[in-house]
């Protein structure tokens, strides 16, 4: 009885340190400071700490044409995003960005692409026009 107590105890320690935690997570806003003289619109500055992120952009069409971080995830600090709107797509995309708002179904392109090879995920509907 005592033994079943406890691990019920320490399961509910579990999901509730777990909860907190997801909270956390979702709230985080900013990015932390990487240093004044860094210039954020240059990918470079950025593969030191997220190399695999950058490998991966450099090698797809984003990389080959220079569509930058910074188009994605802004400058870090006035604007700082994990995830971007389609309203950033419009001045290159703008026929798709037409696409997702017909859909209706879909908030961001990067439910159905991956965010750094632009791959299309598996499973994904085609909600493009020709
Ligand atoms: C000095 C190290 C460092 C540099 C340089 C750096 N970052 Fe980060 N970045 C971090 C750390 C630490 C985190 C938070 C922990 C994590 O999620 O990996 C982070 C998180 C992120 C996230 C995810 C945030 C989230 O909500 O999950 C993005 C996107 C990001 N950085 C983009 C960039 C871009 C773009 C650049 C280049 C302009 C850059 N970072 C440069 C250290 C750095
Ligand atoms: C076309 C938009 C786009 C561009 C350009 C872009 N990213 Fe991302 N990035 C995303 C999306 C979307 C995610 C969220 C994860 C996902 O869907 O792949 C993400 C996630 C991240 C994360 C958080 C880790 C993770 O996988 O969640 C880091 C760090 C990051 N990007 C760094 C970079 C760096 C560095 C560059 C430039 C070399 C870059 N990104 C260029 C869209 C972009
Ligand atoms: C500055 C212009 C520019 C912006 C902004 C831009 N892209 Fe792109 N994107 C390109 C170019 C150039 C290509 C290469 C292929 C092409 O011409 O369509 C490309 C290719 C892609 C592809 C892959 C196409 C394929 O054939 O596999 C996807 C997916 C994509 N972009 C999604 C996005 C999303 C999502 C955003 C907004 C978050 C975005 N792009 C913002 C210029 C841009
Ligand atoms: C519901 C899933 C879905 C959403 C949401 C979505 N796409 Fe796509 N996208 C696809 C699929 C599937 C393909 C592959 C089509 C093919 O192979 O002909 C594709 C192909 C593309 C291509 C390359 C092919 C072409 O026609 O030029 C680009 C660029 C692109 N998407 C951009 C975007 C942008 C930008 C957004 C957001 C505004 C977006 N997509 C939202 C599913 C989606």
Redesign the pocket.
Known sequence: MGKKLSLLISILIVLFLGMLFTVN?AK?KS??K??ED?I????Q??????ET?AREWEKGLHGINQVR??I??G??EKR???ISKPSECVMCHADKVEDIKRSKKYKTCFECHNGHTLDVKAGAKNIHQK
């Open positions: 997570a985080k990015h932390p990487i240093g860094m954020t619109e240059d990918p500055v950025c593969v030191a700490c997220h992120q971080c910074f994605c995830h400058d870090l700082f995003e994990r």
